[in-house]
T-cell receptor
Framework: GENVEQHPSTLSVQEGDSAVIKCTYS??????FPWYKQELGKRPQLIID?????GEKKDQRIAVTLNKTAKHFSLHITETQPEDSAVYFC???????????FGSGTRLLVRP | GAGVSQSPSNKVTEKGKDVELRCDPI?????LYWYRQRLGQGLEFLIY????????KSGLPSDRFSAERTGESVSTLTIQRTQQEDSAVYLC?????????????FGPGTRLTVT
């Protein structure tokens, strides 16, 4: 089955700097890769996703890149703000049309 | 409109007791998921319901875990003879349909503590 590894487990950046979180997956059948943000004590929320037919997707300060050959994908946050502080989870779907396998999460702290 | 709701928000139970967790999905959402989130970990898939199809129970960790859903409404997750390793946040999510074209909307979770 699919296995998703996420790094780093914690990341501290200065406000205004960029943050990059990386994930690798094992199942070459995966074709859907979402990223979720979970603020402390709150529910996870989808922030961006990418499908395997594209290599990059951007939404304002957030971008995701996908390298299918290497089986890794990354979340990039530019011009970080304190409100970006949260735990971020990546996920991949393996050969499923509905089931997601999640990474273990990255705790991002943006220092004012 | 109303989002996904879950009850109770917190549950403390003694080892060996049974617990029942409830999820009210967004009205009209045919797909419903249960996940477990242990402290400092990612979300672990437990079970998936889609309309009247047979549920995908492949993520249930043991036969102590079961879940039901009536039609396209409320779902309950039952854990029998709870163990300390069952302590976690149990999250429910719903979506309009099957497939990743439909976003999963999460509930606030039930924090289960087994003493």
């Amino acid at each position: 089955g699919e296995n998703v590894e996420q790094h780093p487990s914690t990341l501290s950046v200065q406000e205004g700097d960029s943050a990059v979180i990386k994930c690798t997956y094992s199942d070459s059948a995966s074709n859907y890769f979402p990223w979720y943000k979970q603020e402390l004590g709150k529910r996870p929320q989808l922030i961006i996703d990418i499908r395997s037919n594209v290599g990059e997707k951007k939404d304002q300060r957030i971008a995701v890149t996908l390298n299918k050959t290497a089986k890794h994908f990354s979340l990039h946050i530019t011009e970080t703000q304190p409100e970006d502080s949260a735990v971020y989870f990546c996920a991949a779907n393996g050969d499923s049309s509905y089931k997601l396998i999640f990474g273990s999460g990255t705790r991002l702290l943006v220092r004012p | 409109g109303a989002g996904v709701s879950q009850s109770p928000s917190n549950k403390v139970t003694e080892k060996g007791k049974d617990v029942e967790l409830r999820c009210d999905p967004i009205s009209g959402h045919t797909a419903l998921y249960w996940y477990r989130q242990r402290l400092g970990q990612g979300l672990e898939f437990l079970i998936y319901f889609q309309g009247n199809s047979a549920p995908d129970k492949s993520g249930l960790p043991s036969d102590r875990f079961s879940a039901e859903r009536t039609g396209e409404s409320v779902s309950t997750l039952t854990i029998q003879r709870t163990q300390q390793e069952d302590s976690a946040v149990y999250l429910c999510a719903s979506s309009e349909g099957q497939g990743f074209s439909y976003e999963q909307y999460f509930g606030p979770g039930t924090r289960l503590t087994v003493t």
